[in-house]
């Protein structure tokens, strides 16, 4: 038996041992959407002997073990940094906290290794079986698992070993001496679930942003409702030889490879590589991104650095938006004060586009939205009080909806109004003209 062999064998306890090391007062970072099934329920279990075991998790796991019942709040203090439909069962009864951040940023305090105050206790995350060589790959999801390691942002990490986990090219893997226990994965993993819809909407918004990519282009497709059927409705198929460089591949983009639509080959960096963070689990993707070097996963800290993205040129970054004032601020992470989503991305490629040789920055909205019952429109005034703010007015670019598209950038603040207002809803034209000339005009 070689060395790491009987390291690793060494090192796996059960499931109940693992969770039983948590005390009282740790803090534990459950790692983000691909989480360790048994690990948590085993650690949610011990909800009747434990206290102020501090939970920071993404928001979007994969299963609920119990961290979003509110009733927690003492026993497991949650803080998230994604706003997703669980999370927000807690966020909305303050009951929660949330950290807003960049992913490229995220290990910068733990830059000066002095800085132990936001240290973790312990990092729960998933692995495959280590191959010939001891290393174990980090799955479809890499995030920013390596810039943790390496920044020191926890002090023991436990890894369940899940043999369904798929393995990359790129920086995708650990090695069995880096990791302190492995636990065996006992409980299956749900299968993910997926609300794809195809509207006319979509439809309608990827004929514009069709426009508005040209063949070599190297794209990035943020997560949302708009953004998610772009690839899957048609947006680029009439493309040639486009690249891949994004967080997290969304609907479609795998089929775009295999269709040759995308090949990488104008790629500046990477070229004829799809680069990613995280491969998204939709049906038959992953068996075609497994052991494909085609395919690279790299950490966040990379893959988002504005410098990384930059360095593409003809890089189009095409993200969506809750709602987007006459100046051309974009709100993604919250309706007023409510938090629904996180920064993500967004900020890092807008910039990264924008500072692209030949580079483009869209953002797809549908004009309206129903709140309360209500329709409203998405294109506004003024953000409402409370609003985060996600991308500055001078970031902003093309804007999308599916009555056209709005270029902003270098425009005035009455040219900008006056192009928002044209792609709005007309059911809202006239009273937002009416708006725009109290706000801009004598």
Known sequence: MSDWQEEYKNKFVSVKEAAGMVKSGDRVFISPVNDPPA??????????????????????????????????????????????????????????????????????????????????????????????????????????????????SYKKTIAEVDAN????????????????????????????????EITDLSRTIAGYVSSLVRDGDTIQLGTGTVTDALAVVGAFDDKHDLGIHTEMTSHGMVDLVKRGVVTGKHKTIHPGKVVASCFWPEPGALDYVDMNPVFELYDVDYVNDVRTISSHDNMVAINTAIGIDFTGQIAVESIGPRLWSAPGGQMEFALGALYSKGGRYIVCLASTATVKGKTVSRIMPQLEAGTMLTIPRSLTDYVVTEYGIARLLGKSQRQRANELISIAHPDFRADLKKAAQKLFYQ
């Open 39 to 152: 690990l948590s329920a085993a650690l949610a279990a011990r909800k009747n002997e434990l206290k102020n075991v501090e939970i920071t998790l993404s928001g979007v796991p994969a299963s609920d073990a119990g961290w979003y019942d509110p009733s927690l709040e003492d026993v497991f203090p949650l803080t998230v940094f994604f706003a997703g439909s669980l999370a927000r069962r807690r966020l909305d009864v303050r009951a929660a906290d949330f950290t807003p951040f960049i992913f490229s940023l995220y290990s910068k305090p733990w830059e000066d290794k002095r800085e132990t105050a936001g240290q973790w206790d312990w990092f729960f995350q998933v692995v495959s079986p280590p191959d010939k060589y001891g290393y174990c790959s980090y799955g479809n999801m890499i995030w920013h698992k390596k810039s943790m390691r390496v920044g020191g």
């Open 165 to 196: 986990q798929i393995r990359t090219f790129g920086d995708n893997s650990i090695h069995v001496s880096e990791i302190d226990y492995f636990v065996e994965n006992t409980k299956p993993r749900p299968a993910p679930v997926f609300t794809l």
